[in-house]
């Protein structure tokens, strides 16, 4: 399926890196990648959004004497503006060595940055616990976003920041109790209406968490999802025509794919071929080639990275439930890449989504970039939701009906399961299908409906409360 398009960077550099994530800058996306040991890099394009990608870092922002893993972006202080988190984990457990960064832009339409951290007022507040991943979560749906830090060997941490710049721990205080080898964390209508969490954890039970009003309880989601023997790593939500599977990773053990049943628990319906996926790092899914369906990238370390298609169930099957088989990889294949992070974007805004691919634990490796040259065929839509102050609705839900009785669902990523973030835009594949509606749900329950929608357009939608002002 894929071909090579790393020429979209102006660089072909190794670099250790882990994580990555996607935020909105002035001329086209910022593309973020940790550095581990080494400067973080910030991808930007040059000559006002027509050039290739260039690395842009320095100062606070490249750091080059941390080692960052994981790392999301969410508007923290409702100012409109994403901040960026980074986790940044010298030991494997316990106690980091390293604080983390979040790293705040002073003005939007520039990229100057400084560390909230490093106000006065939080150093006592530093986070050195030793962790991997980290997410975004707007527990109130006020557009104003928490980040989650899965911790290891330490109690998982929750940020929220005040009027002051004051970052509080708020995990005990809002019923994020997690204490084991914590890998994953996954954002999403995991078991309610609003931003659920889903906690994936190595020689553990994995943990599931309902958001009740701002306050999250943990839930049995089923022997299935817990896992306990397994060693967690990706995990994403994956659209099954309107409905959302797990699909989770695993390093030492059987990858799962997760469907929830009518009580709400979920069972493992994972083909043998995904099963038998190890030594993953991060998951992805996303429609590729622009044909109406969802693929799903393995990224392995180590082994060859492998992706997953649907297919439709057999006519004598006996079974309408979506049926997920291997196809080709192509240029994506990396079987000599130490693969760590990997996220799914539209970096060059022509609706057709990349491949970002990071490695580097073992040795440094460039990052690589991949795209399909089918999707070129197919229609395709893209749908930005904003909070009330401006900012990416991570958490926000997108639905789009097709002609002839299709329905797509997308959440706009707050955190993709292992050290990554794409991309704040649903993007929806529909091939030469009628787009006739896109509905938003926004973290507060609200809802607006934008009907008959062109195709091959990215639309900015606008949370219901500004409309009209």
Known sequence: MFADRSDLLADADPVRGYGVAVTPGRDGPLVFVAGYGKPNRLYARENGGSGRFADTACGIVADGDRHAMGVCAADVDADGCEEIYVHNCANSVGVAGDSDLLLDRLEADRYRWTDAFALPVNADRLNFRAGRSVAALDRLGTG????????????????????????????DAVGLAVEDGCRSLLPGPLCSAGTDLFVGVESGPNRLFRNDGGHYEAVDGGPDLADPAGDARGVALVDEDGSFA????????????????????????????????????????????????????????GETNRLFERVDPAENAGSAEPRWAPTETGAAAEPRGFG??????????????????????????????????????????????????????????????????????????????????????????????????????????????????????????????????
Do not use: K
């Open 340 to 469: 760590t992070g990997a996220v799914a974007a539209d970096v060059d805004g022509d609706g057709i989504l990349e491949l970002v691919v990071v490695h580097g634990e073992v040795a440094a490796q460039p990052i690589s970039v991949y795209a399909a040259p089918e999707a070129a065929e197919n229609d395709w839509l893209r749908v930005r939701p904003t909070t009330p102050q401006g900012a990416p609705a991570r958490g926000a839900i997108v639905r789009l009906h097709v002609a002839g009785g299709g329905t797509q669902r997308r959440v706009i990523d707050a955190g993709g399961g292992y050290l990554c973030q794409t991309e704040p835009v649903a993007h929806f594949g529909v091939g030469d299908a009628e787009p006739l509606r896109a509905v938003v749900r926004w973290p507060d329950g609200r809802e607006r409906t934008i009907v008959d929608p062109e195709p091959n357009v990215e639309l900015d939608v606008a949370h219901p409360t500004v409309v009209g002002e």
């Open 246 to 301: 797990l699909a989770v990773g695993n390093w030492e053990g059987h990858s799962r794919l997760l469907r929830p049943d009518s009580s709400g628990r979920y069972r493992d319906v994972a083909p043998s071929e995904l099963r038998a996926a190890e030594g993953v790092r991060s998951v992805v899914a996303a429609d590729f080639d622009n044909d109406g369906r969802q693929e799903l990238f393995c990224n392995g370390f």
């Open 144 to 171: 104003r976003y928490g980040v989650a830090v899965a911790s290891y060997g330490a109690p998982l941490a929750f940020y929220e920041l005040g009027d002051d710049g004051e970052a509080s721990d708020m995990a």
